[in-house]
């Protein structure tokens, strides 16, 4: 079982910076592959950012890229995503998630542990 706690969301003004975290705790036979997803009010969970188990291997959707960076730090059992030049588009619900295995996937049904999610504000 494997446990994910986000933290760092908040209120920030349109064109700032802001990094969200999650942190993980739980046993795991090897890296998984973490990502970020969000929802919007009255939207659908959308996929954001993932990282490969060994952090090699990214993947974005089209409207982050450039702007996002997802990371992590294995010895910390953490994973990152650096936000810039924010948007009132970005403003989202924003859940971490984490496969079973350690190759990346966009799909949300192929995460299985989820956090309980952080409040990201983007005022305009």
């Known amino acids: 079982q494997v446990q994910l706690v986000e933290s760092g969301g908040g209120l920030v003004q349109a064109g700032g910076s802001l990094r969200v975290s999650c942190a993980a705790s739980?046993?795991?036979?090897?890296?998984?592959?973490m990502a970020w997803f969000r929802q919007a009010p009255g939207k659908e969970r959308e996929f954001v950012a993932v990282i490969s188990g060994s952090g090699g291997s990214t993947s974005y959707t089209a409207s982050v890229k450039g702007r996002f960076t997802i990371s992590r730090d294995n010895a910390k059992n953490t994973v990152y995503l650096q936000m810039n030049s924010l948007k009132p588009e970005d403003t989202a619900v924003y859940y971490c998630?984490?496969?079973?295995?350690?190759?990346?996937?966009?799909?949300?049904?192929?995460?299985?542990?989820w956090g309980q999610g952080t409040q990201v504000t983007v005022s305009s």
């Open positions: 739980g046993r795991t036979s090897s890296w998984p592959a």
């Open positions: 998630a984490a496969r079973v295995s350690t190759i990346i996937s966009t799909a949300d049904h192929e995460y299985r542990y």
